[in-house]
């Protein structure tokens, strides 16, 4: 005879029968045991304490709701449990769900890339969304006009998590093109690669696309930039709510996620919610300096070793800043960095 029915009928002799709390909670229990199937999957978006997990090797878009089981394995050391692009092990309601149950998160993945940021509440770390192969930072030329220090620490956080960055500047449209290019010579000359474009009138969006194809790209940049216009123009519909949305979440507090995008079967964008503030976490002053690929060439050569680069006598990095070597904007924002952290 099977071990569940040898359960069931136990259950019988043992509990009277107008107990249907109990006799629910066995139930369930001996429901769990026929059809614990462990899948792997992906998690691709979240809201709240639930999960949305995609089915590893899944054709159809069918996406699993889980929350986090109590005795989940974290293979990474980050606080935040769960992201948008773990890679999980995750236990469905039952084998042939028809998505009224709720799955149970049993493993998370480590991370091989991921983007971190300081927590908008408190000193903590907030890993924005895990195992992309790269970042299309967004920033608009003007209408909100870039904010230059804000995108050195993005590059600083994406170099943390491995990540290449990709710099696009949006709404060319509304500018002369020759002050923009101006401010982001210096980020070409360190090897960035820059996009100049405008979501709107569709000018040159097949190089962004080409540099996103059969990739997984994380998307992001402060509201307003144009975001989810330039994820429209991509997919050439709408499928995300323009100007109207960003304006709503700016007054809640409520907690939105980033969410997987499929352009096709190999590359796929993590549209994140906009934001307003970009802090650095997880990373020492001591170390600061060798996210600078500025300061590259020239820091063998201070005197003191480590230097700082800030107040010690022979620096080298200090003498390339005044023979025009380094960039006086890019050397303040490290300053201001390095106050901060
Ligand atoms: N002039 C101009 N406006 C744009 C461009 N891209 C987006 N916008 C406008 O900027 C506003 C914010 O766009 P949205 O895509 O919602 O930004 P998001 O908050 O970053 O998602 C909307 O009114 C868009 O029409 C562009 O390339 N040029
Ligand atoms: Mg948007
Ligand atoms: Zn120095």
């Known amino acids: 005879m099977d071990n569940n029915i040898i359960n069931g009928e136990d259950f019988d002799v043992e509990q009277p029968k107008l107990d249907r709390n109990k006799k629910k909670r066995i139930l369930l229990k001996n429901e769990k045991k026929i059809s614990e199937v462990v ?47 773990d890679k999980c092990e995750f236990i469905a309601p039952n084998d042939n769900t028809d998505g009224q149950g709720l799955g149970r998160i049993t493993k998370v993945e480590e991370r091989e890339t991921f983007l971190l940021r300081k927590s908008i509440n408190g000193n903590n770390e907030d890993v924005i969304a895990a195992n992309m192969h790269q970042v299309l930072v967004i920033l608009a030329a003007e ?93 050439g519909k709408e499928i995300q709510k323009v100007g109207k949305l960003a304006k709503n979440l700016r007054g809640r507090h409520t ?20 934001f307003r503030e970009f802090d650095l976490f997880g990373i020492t002053k001591e170390e600061l300096p060798f996210y600078f690929p500025d300061f590259e060439p020239f820091y063998r050569k201070c005197k003191f070793q480590p230097c700082s680069h800030t107040h010690e ?15 006086k904007r890019r050397y303040f924002s490290y300053l201001t960095i390095y106050e901060n952290l």
């Open 143 to 235: 209408n909100p006009k870039y904010n230059l220090h804000m995108l050195d620490k993005i590059l600083i956080s994406c170099e943390y998590g491995s990540l290449k960055p990709l710099i696009c500047i949006n709404k060319m449209d509304l500018v002369e093109s020759e002050k923009v290019f101006e401010d982001f010579k210096e980020y070409i000359r360190l090897g960035y690669q820059v996009f100049y474009i405008s979501a709107l009138k569709l000018e040159n969006l097949k190089q962004v696309y080409k540099a996103i194809e059969n990739k997984v790209t994380l998307f992001i940049g402060v509201s307003g930039v144009g975001k989810s216009t330039l994820v429209n123009s991509l997919f």
């Open 39 to 85: 899948n792997s999957g992906l998690v691709v978006t979240s809201k709240g304490r639930f999960y949305f997990v995609k089915k590893t090797n899944d054709d159809s878009n069918f996406l699993y709701k889980c929350v986090v089981s109590g005795s989940i394995q974290i293979n990474h050391n980050h606080k935040t449990i769960l992201t948008v692009g």
């Open 255 to 274: 907690t939105t996620s980033c969410n997987y995008l499929f352009l096709d079967n190999n590359t796929a964008i993590i549209d994140s919610p906009g």
């Open 313 to 327: 006598p022979d620096c080298a990095v200090k003498k390339a800043l005044q023979k025009g070597k380094i960039s």
